[in-house]
T-cell receptor
Framework: EDKVVQSPLSLVVHEGDTVTLNCSYE??????LLWYKQEKKAPTFLFML????IEKKSGRLSSILDKKELSSILNITATQTGDSAIYLC???????????????FGTGTRLTIIP | NAGVTQTPKFQVLKTGQSMTLQCAQD?????MYWYRQDPGMGLRLIYY???????DKGEVPNGYNVSRLNKREFSLRLESAAPSQTSVYFC????????????FGPGTRLLVL
């Protein structure tokens, strides 16, 4: 059974702190690892990491994929109250000869930034 | 572009009632998905449609049926709602069926009493 595990489940830090969120996976037919941010509604896409792109950065957010350890981290530096959200990790799993993938999600990390 | 739209936004059902959740996308995407999200469980795939005319079961298909009416629309039906189906339902679509280009709808909050 495909499994994606995130830790910690929740995290409370002060504005300006740096946080690291973890994601580990155990799946067959791995294609990609994705990070999403979910505030009040639908998840919004942050990063996609694959074998050919194991590190991504956008502003204060960065992510690394460790294919040997089957894990990924999401770093957020100089956190702001607007970073408060649930951060979801998902793994894209190859499901067909047409190149289709399906996503298996972790349970998410709830991040709260205190002003 | 509206992206992915879902109706209704919120629904209350009694146990045993049926209903259909509607989803449409205007991005000409091939693949469409239905997920449910429960507290502490993340998003779980109910059904997906890799392309028009095909549907397949995901992780938690029991109690649901789907119809890929055309390329734009993918509906989810609950034939006999149960309290365990209380959840937030997200529809999503992607052009190539790749994880990196999935777009989610705003969600439907369903309460089954």
């Amino acid at each position: 059974e495909d499994k994606v595990v995130q830790s910690p489940l929740s995290l409370v830090v002060h504005e300006g702190d740096t946080v690291t969120l973890n994601c580990s996976y155990e799946v067959t037919n791995f294609r990609s690892l994705l990070w999403y941010k979910q505030e009040k509604k639908a998840p919004t896409f942050l990063f996609m990491l694959t074998s050919s792109g194991i590190e991504k950065k956008s502003g204060r957010l960065s992510s690394i994929l460790d294919k040997k350890e089957l894990s990924s981290i999401l770093n957020i530096t100089a956190t702001q109250t607007g970073d408060s959200a649930i951060y979801l990790c998902a793994v894209g799993i190859f499901i067909s000869n047409f190149g289709n993938e399906k996503l298996t999600f972790g349970t998410g990390t709830r991040l709260t930034i205190i002003p | 572009n509206a992206g992915v739209t879902q109706t209704p936004k919120f629904q209350v059902l009694k146990t045993g009632q049926s209903m259909t959740l509607q989803c449409a996308q205007d991005m000409n995407h091939n693949s469409m998905y239905w997920y449910r999200q429960d507290p502490g469980m993340g998003l779980r795939l109910i059904y997906y449609s890799a392309s028009e005319g095909t549907t397949d079961k995901g992780e938690v298909p029991n109690g649901y049926n789907v119809s890929r009416l055309n390329k734009r629309e993918f509906s989810l039906r609950l034939e006999s709602a149960a309290p365990s189906q209380t959840s937030v339902y997200f529809c999503a679509s992607s052009e190539m069926g790749r994880g990196g280009d999935i777009y989610f709808g705003p969600g439907t909050r369903l309460l089954v009493l």
